[in-house]
């Protein structure tokens, strides 16, 4: 088990991180003529929706393997699916598929056995792009080929850019792929403190960074010049701090925007949940995005260069057994954001012909407002569990795509995306979470506590769009706090409070785990967190049920947990007894409670 603390940051620390990126901007600027990309402007022509298939196979945090039989599966997903009007432009093999020996040139014989003719094969004849994953300079479940050991550091995990022979073999192997037929790259785990043995202590790892950064953008820049169409992009290891949305910011890892210059997008995080406890554990997930995207945009990423790589369905231990649950929220929201690398991972499979057909509406309903590149964010910060939205807009209409992540019925006003947008009139609630009915009025709507909402003006409020209901998210009709005192012991990894039964309505408890300080602490645990994280009730001494969400291996950690008891479990005559309690034992714990009746 593992812990992180998550601890204000002074001040004067957040002053000086911003100075220090601003240096850092001026100091690594390029001797070389910037590309289109310099200053935000998108090198893709409109926008991409990509197929990933990791979450369908998972070799980190499960043990679904990735074999060809597995890829071939999910290529005659696409194929079905685009039949049904769904837009898949690109399938990316992701990790995993190369030979451990084999410097990136061979794939896995086991799982391959004629590596990947059939694949790429298939996706000629299907009009579908292939891509390929990489782990940059660390060492992946792969060796270190001789070309590359003069550029191994000392640990042996990864190697140098601008030491030794890596980098010139590496690229030498995109260039390969990229002449099979490859035009996506992917770049993950990227290690820009990475030095050739013996030479860490020639130069501090600040200058280490800045060589290493330097020589790989150089040479990116040089792959994109001499290979049209082909489209890059850039995952863990290139900036920004995603274990939690409670995190200090500016980020500590600094976002180089020069990265602009040779990547299509920068993605903000694999899913996991916020640090804002929801009864619908998917929701908090949601949260984390779209945290993650406003953080970026706030480092000064464009929102059509930002990947929110949000949207995964499957059955493996990455997604935490997602399934389709909460499906449709997570893909309004992947397209609403306004990024113009839009990625899918996982089971497409589970995507039956009805669902792949709600699925090719909201394409379609978005379509024109991304190519048009206008959407802009609004509201509060999502991590902090403010309301928040994204609107994108034309002049014939507008589309808001609304949050309220609060434990309270909240309303967010809804501004234009710019002067030359008409004023709202006449609005339309075209999707919604079950249960709360939003409240729309001109400017602005009311939300359920935890609810999304997409809402059209113009030429969009039209029944034509109605997208229906999320029926697997319920959001409570009514909430209201209850005055309660959770009380903790000495080891302040348990809290209790007595609560009288609310004369209507189900029982919410949330649980937040903080640091003494009051920073949160986010655990990790290799076992279910509704064993780690728990809340338990009883009357006169015996057990009363409680329902949770959360109640997951969660490899990312969580530093909350919400529970209901419901009406029919309740004695109305006796008092009820709720205990919170943690596992944690790294750090000394302080367990905020929290209780609310709500109906449904």
């Known amino acids: 088990m593992t812990v992180q603390a998550l601890r204000p940051r002074p001040k004067r620390d957040a002053v000086l991180c911003f100075v220090l990126a601003l240096w850092f901007a001026i100091f690594t600027a390029p001797t070389t003529q910037a590309s289109p990309g310099t200053g935000g402007d998108p090198f893709l022509k409109e926008p991409i929706w990509v197929y990933n298939n990791w979450t369908a196979y998972d070799e980190l945090a499960d043990v679904v393997r990735l074999t060809e039989d597995l890829a071939m599966r999910e290529l005659d997903e696409i194929v079905r699916l685009r039949g049904l009007g769904v ?48 782990g940059t300079n660390t060492l992946t479940k792969i060796h270190a080929v001789p070309a590359w050991q003069s550029s191994l550091n000392e640990r042996g995990e990864a190697m140098s850019f601008y030491a030794g022979g890596f980098l010139a073999d590496f690229m030498e192997v995109l260039q390969l792929w990229y002449d099979r037929g490859i035009r996506l790259f992917k770049f993950d785990f990227a290690d820009f403190g990475a030095a050739a043995a013996g030479t860490e202590r020639v130069h501090t790892h600040h200058e280490i960074r800045l060589r290493n950064t330097r020589a790989f953008r ?40 020069q990265w602009l210059d040779v990547f ?19 929701r908090s997930v949601d949260v984390y995005s779209d945290h993650m995207v406003r953080r970026f945009e706030q480092s000064g990423v464009p929102l059509p260069r930002i990947d929110s790589t949000a949207f995964m369905i499957g059955h493996t231990g990455s997604n935490y057994f997602r399934g ?22 996982g089971n497409l499979e589970f995507l039956d012909d ?26 509060g910060l999502p ?13 014939g209409g507008a589309l808001y795509t609304v949050v309220n992540p609060s434990q309270r019925v909240a309303a967010i006003r809804l501004p234009r995306a710019s002067r030359d947008q008409p004023l709202n009139s006449g609005g339309r609630v075209l999707f919604r979470d079950a249960g709360f009915e939003p409240r729309l009025q001109r400017n602005s709507i009311q939300l359920g506590p935890g609810q999304l909402a997409l809402v059209g003006f113009g030429r969009y409020a039209n029944p034509v769009h109605d997208l229906g209901v999320q029926e697997d998210v319920q959001i409570p009709r009514k909430i209201e706090p209850l005055p309660v005192l959770f009380t903790g012991d000495d080891s302040g990894r348990i809290a209790e409070a007595a609560i009288d039964p609310p004369p209507t309505g189900d029982l919410r408890i949330v649980m937040q785990q903080r640091y003494t300080d009051g920073s949160i602490i986010r655990s990790k645990s290799h076992g279910d967190m509704a064993n780690f994280l728990t809340i338990t009730a009883d009357q006169d001494g015996k057990s009363v049920r409680v329902v949770t969400r959360y109640d997951k291996v969660i490899w990312s950690g969580l530093s909350w947990a919400v529970g209901e008891i419901r009406r029919s479990d309740i004695d109305s005559t006796k008092p009820i007894r709720v205990r919170l309690s943690s596992a944690e034992r790294d750090f000394p714990v302080v367990l905020d409670g929290q209780a609310f009746r709500v109906t449904y």
């Open 354 to 379: 009805d669902r792949a057909r709600w699925f090719a509406r909201l394409q379609s309903l978005y379509a024109p407002l991304q190519q048009a590149g206008t959407t802009r964010s609004f509201g």
């Open 264 to 282: 299509d997008s920068l993605y903000a995080g694999d899913p996991r949940p916020a640090d804002v406890p929801h009864m619908n554990f998917w």
């Open 87 to 134: 837009r898949i432009d690109y399938y990316v093999m992701d990790a995993f598929w190369y030979a451990r020996s084999g410097g990136y040139r061979r794939w896995r014989t086991r799982d391959w056995p004629v590596g990947p003719d059939r694949w790429l094969e298939a996706c000629r004849q299907h009009g579908i792009v292939p891509g390929l994953w990489f």
């Open 383 to 395: 991590g902090d569990a403010e309301p928040y939205g994204y609107v994108s807009a034309e002049p």
């Open 324 to 345: 389709i649950n909460a499906w449709q929220g997570s893909l309004l929201l992947t397209v609403a954001r306004g990024g113009w690398v839009n990625t899918v991972h």
């Open 218 to 257: 150089e040479e990116l820049r040089a792959f994109r010049e001499r290979n049209p169409g082909v489209v890059l992009v850039a995952f863990n290891g290139f900036g920004g701090d995603m274990e939690s949305t409670a995190a200090p910011f500016p980020f500590e890892d600094i976002v180089d925007l």
